[in-house]
T-cell receptor, first 117, second 115 residues
């Protein structure tokens, strides 16, 4: 079974600054995907960024980038030039590449990020 | 192209009543997943369905909960004789295939409140 841990229940950042959200996971799988989802007050789950475990290069999407450390089972999200619209809950999630449960996302408990004007 | 549509957005039920939550997947998507989000928690997998088939219901409580995805119409998550502990947000996601390589698109969820 997989577990995903987000150790920061809440964080805040000044507008235009950079913030890093932490995520660690535990799995015996070798191939898997990791995700960061954003959940604004509207409750919509929005995919922010995805990382494939067999790719060494860290994924980047505009102001969002990850630091993927496979050996350490760590997957942090960096948000640069923070904007007020980034205020949301952020969830780290894991899914194995194949086999049983390869369609089941396992989520962490989330980090509530507040961007301060 | 409309996204995953869930309705109602909010549902209030008294203890003992039935709750029916509906999910229409994105056009061209034949795989549906239901997740539950309890307060202050992440989403937890409940069930995975394809048209007319339940593929994996390992995350569903054994009693009172059922799900279907008929050949025509939306997927339905049904909770019979609701209790206070069923109060949560229920999310549906859909994908064109069931593998991990596919990005699952989520609906906006249904917030169930049991009074």
């Amino acid at each position: 079974a997989q577990t995903v841990t987000q150790s920061q229940p809440e964080m805040s950042v000044q507008e235009a600054e950079t913030v890093t959200l932490s995520c660690t996971y535990d799995t015996s799988e070798n191939n898997y995907y990791l995700f960061w989802y954003k959940q604004p007050p509207s409750r919509q789950m929005i995919l922010v960024i995805r990382q494939e475990a067999y790719k060494q290069q860290n994924a980047t999407e505009n102001r969002f980038s990850v630091n993927f450390q496979k050996a350490a089972k760590s997957f942090s999200l960096k948000i640069s030039d923070s904007q007020l619209g980034d205020t949301a809950m952020y969830f780290c999630a894991f899914i194995p590449y194949s086999g049983a449960g390869s369609y089941q996302l396992t989520f962490g408990k989330g980090t509530k990020l507040s961007v301060i004007p | 192209n409309a996204g995953v549509m869930q309705n109602p957005r909010h549902l209030v039920r008294r203890r003992g009543q039935e709750a029916r939550l509906r999910c229409s997947p994105m056009k061209g998507h034949s795989h549906v997943y239901w997740y539950r989000q309890l307060p202050e928690e992440g989403l937890k997998f409940m069930v995975y369905l394809q048209k007319e088939n339940i593929i994996d219901e390992s995350g569903m409580p054994k009693e009172r909960f059922s799900a279907e995805f008929p050949k025509e119409g939306p997927s339905i998550l049904r909770i019979q004789q609701v209790v206070r502990g069923d109060s949560a947000a229920y999310f549906c996601a859909s994908s064109p295939d069931g593998g991990g390589t596919t990005e699952a698109f989520f609906g906006q969820g249904t917030r169930l409140t049991v009074v």
